[in-house]
């Protein structure tokens, strides 16, 4: 099964239950799927589209790291959605992508679990990485775009990952002995993470949230990590509405982090 390859067909055949990909683009090479994806929102894509490639010669990932995945082996790509809800509630999309990933590997055996703020994780080691952009077209009567990249390890054996990823990689393949059928993943994260973002569209935040902290590795945990250049120290004792980590320092004080300000959690 190494080379189960997506092709357009076969994709289209399984794809067509899911209302949210209504278009969709593939590619056997690609720089980057996010790339793409945020360059034609840009020029005015408005159709919710699915970006997915065998192979990116440039895979991102967060602050600016490398996705490094050799052809065919893992699941490689970015859903542009155009949401209806105004831009406060888009947080909610990062939430709820890495919940729709565990919830996809719950359907395989496998029990991941969500360090802060969208790494999944399987017992320690990382399965999945995403990455979320946005996009905002020239012309200000067109809707702006939220872009989803997920990058999930699936029959990958061996890794060669970007040095600055400070967690060890495994992949479906490792953690069950098995070669997983990439589309069967691809079709559960969309069945999760369709529900999710209606529900999220229909204004309902607090399963989501819920379902995040279910599954978060992060809350309760000692932790340090690096803000604009300050060390912190303390507890992470929760998740807030917008996903910002609330850490409570070792003073006492609280403390808010955004997603945006720090790029590795370690703890104790
Ligand atoms: C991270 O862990 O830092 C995020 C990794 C996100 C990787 C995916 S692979 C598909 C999509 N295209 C990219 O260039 N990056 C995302």
């Known amino acids: 099964m190494k080379n189960d390859f997506l092709d357009d067909s076969a994709l289209k055949g399984r794809l067509k239950e899911f209302a949210i990909v209504e278009r969709i683009y593939y590619y056997k090479e690609i720089d980057s799927t996010n790339t793409r994806a945020v360059r034609l929102a840009q020029y005015g894509l408005q159709h919710s589209s699915l970006f997915l490639a065998e192979f990116q010669t440039k895979g991102r990932g967060r602050f600016k790291r490398n996705w490094l995945a050799k052809a065919g082996e893992s699941l490689l790509f970015s859903l542009a959605l155009f949401p209806s809800f105004p831009k406060e509630k888009w947080s909610g999309i990062t939430l709820l992508a890495s919940v729709a990933v565990v919830e996809a590997l719950g359907k395989f055996g496998i029990k991941g679990a969500v360090k802060w703020p969208n790494d999944v994780l399987v017992g320690g080691k990382k399965i999945s990485g995403i990455l979320i952009e946005t996009a905002q077209p020239g012309d200000k009567n067109k809707k702006g775009s939220a872009i989803v990249g997920v990058g999930i390890n699936v029959n990958q054996e061996s890794f060669e990952t970007d040095a600055a990823f400070a967690t060890p990689p495994t992949s479906m393949r490792i953690e069950t002995g098995k070669e997983i059928e990439r589309i069967k993943v691809l079709c559960e994260f969309l069945t999760s993470f369709s529900r999710l973002y209606y529900s999220l ?68």
Request: net charge negative; charged share 30%; no cysteine.
């Open 201 to 268: 569209e229909a204004g309902d935040y607090r399963d989501i949230l819920k379902r995040y902290k279910g599954f978060s590795s992060t809350i309760g945990k000692s932790v340090a990590l690096n803000s604009s250049h300050e060390l912190i120290h303390g507890t992470a004792s929760d998740i807030d509405e917008d996903g910002s980590l609330i850490i409570r320092l070792d003073s006492g004080a609280m403390r808010r982090i955004t997603a945006g300000d720090v790029a590795e959690i370690e703890w104790k």
